[in-house]
């Protein structure tokens, strides 16, 4: 099971860096490749609002990682609490181990 959730970190975080590598090319306009661009599937693909797509993606992308952010520090403070919790446990455990039957409160006759 972990060894499916280190892969399936793995590749979302080669994908993400493959996205904003993707993002940060700049892209080419130069009228040789539109002249070259002359077929029916090239039309429909130069009608895609690619703009509006990114601002979109970007736009989920930041709401996203946000909420990523939110639930990180709420798991964060989980732990903490139990962190505390176990330490406090463990306090009043070695407390009850000096005053137990044979600690050293009993006076000796």
């Known amino acids: 099971m972990y060894e499916f959730i280190l892969q399936l970190l793995v590749f979302s975080s080669l994908s993400f860096a493959i996205y904003i590598l ?25 009608k895609i609002p690619f703009h509006k797509i990114d ?7 930041e709401k996203f990682l946000r909420r990523v952010r ?6 964060d403070n989980l732990l903490s609490h139990h962190v ?15 005053s137990g039957l044979f600690g050293g409160d009993n006076k000796s006759e």
């Not at 090319?25 to 693909?45: F, K, T, W």
């Not at 601002?55 to 992308?61: E, H, R």
């Not at 939110?70 to 798991?75: F, P, S």
Request: aromatic share 2%.
């Open 55 to 61: 601002v979109q993606l970007t736009s989920f992308l």
């Open 22 to 46: 993707a993002r940060a090319l700049p892209r080419v306009n130069s009228e040789e490749d539109r002249a070259a661009a002359s077929g029916r599937l090239d039309r429909i693909v130069a």
């Open 84 to 98: 505390r919790r176990l330490r406090a446990s463990k306090e009043e455990q070695s407390s009850e181990k000096r």
């Open 70 to 75: 939110v639930v990180l520090l709420k798991v």
